[in-house]
């Protein structure tokens, strides 16, 4: 990639598969609503490409916890070459302002793969106590019950970018590995999800193209953190 010349079109498709039973909900809808996950058109479960983008806004925001940085610290860094301009410009590219500046990074809704697509038998049950979450003590109507995707399911999706700037790839294909977990409840163990670049390495896949070629430090794991702490912290 060259920073300096034409953008190059970075793709990063993705099989996501969590581990435990999930619900995403739509707006308004909370735990003890019982409402349903959100489908698709065709009654479908399914991912919402914002879901997954403010997942990843996040791990980024995680990663490279600049707002955290004051001067001190960033003199400390000088050595680097991952400052806290580059970080904000970063991620003001990718993400935007929320109402005032749309980003540049597209994220697709993630579908159920056709694989899963007849199987039919995608929601369960769960059971559990609510708890006042003001005053931490049960509620009156102690029990609630929750419709949930089930594990197992794979579906899939992807995001993608204009940019020339390979730090930028890296940084975004490290946010994308740090999403652990999707939808509500987190405190119960919904959602749960491992990430792999290569066999072996996770139940949920990413690979990374650039103008339609695989991108080389997205060979594994360790590859991509060699490269980005030789890119991010080299003299």
């Known amino acids: 990639m060259n920073s300096r010349g034409p953008k190059s079109l970075v793709e990063w498709r993705w099989i996501l598969r969590p ?3 999930w619900s995403v909900r739509g707006p308004g809808q909370g735990r003890e609503s019982g409402g349903r996950p959100l489908v698709d058109w065709r009654g479908r479960p399914y991912v919402p490409g914002s879901t997954m983008k403010g997942k990843i806004r996040d791990s980024f925001r995680r990663l490279f916890s600049a707002p955290e940085w004051g001067e001190e610290e960033e003199k400390a860094a000088g050595s680097t070459s991952f400052s806290l301009q580059k970080w904000r410009a970063m991620e003001l590219y990718c993400f935007g302002v929320p109402g005032t500046r749309p980003g540049r990074l597209y994220v697709d809704d993630s579908y159920l793969s056709e694989e899963n697509a007849g199987a039919g038998q995608w929601y ?6 609510a708890v006042n979450r003001r005053l931490g003590v049960v509620k009156d109507a102690f029990l609630a019950s929750e419709t949930v995707v089930e594990a197992g399911w794979s579906f899939e999706g992807g995001m993608s970018l204009y940019t020339g700037n390979e730090e930028l790839v890296a940084a975004l294909t490290l ?18 999800v491992s990430w792999g670049l290569a066999e072996g390495e996770g139940t949920s896949r990413l690979t990374v193209t650039v103008d339609g070629i695989p991108w080389g ?12 702490l030789n890119a991010f912290f080299r003299d």
């Open 124 to 129: 369960g049950q769960r059971h559990r106590v």
């Open 217 to 228: 430090p997205a060979a594994s794991i360790p590859t991509l953190r060699e490269w980005a």
């Open 19 to 21: 581990e435990t039973a």
């Open 175 to 192: 946010a994308v590995l740090d999403v652990d977990q999707i939808g509500g409840g987190r405190t119960v163990g919904r959602g749960r």
